[in-house]
């Protein structure tokens, strides 16, 4: 068996507690957007209104703990704030 260095499996432990972490937030924020779209899908506004504000602040979240690039959650704020403004106008 090869000699693994201490500093390569010390970036191992701290990949793993890392991936768990991310894996956590990202879970949390998906639940919250796919609640949002099920009440889009409802054609509820009263109720998605604020499950947005709720998906939103969850994207925001994630960007500030690391789990997600800014840019992605700019993104996908986008195009849910989009999706609500569409059912809201008819």
């Not at 779209?37 to 979240?61: S, V």
Request: no cysteine; aromatic share 2%.
């Amino acid at each position: 068996m090869p000699v693994v260095h201490k500093s390569a499996i010390k970036r191992a432990r701290q990949s793993e507690k890392r991936h768990i972490r991310n894996h956590a937030i990202l879970h949390r924020t998906n639940t919250v957007v796919k609640k949002f779209t099920t009440a889009l899908q409802q054609h509820d506004a009263k109720t998605a209104q604020p499950l947005l504000r709720e998906a939103t602040a969850a994207l925001h979240k994630a960007v500030t703990k690391g789990a997600l690039h800014r840019n992605t959650a700019s993104r996908r704020i986008s195009q849910l704030s989009t999706r609500f403004n569409a059912l809201k106008a008819q």
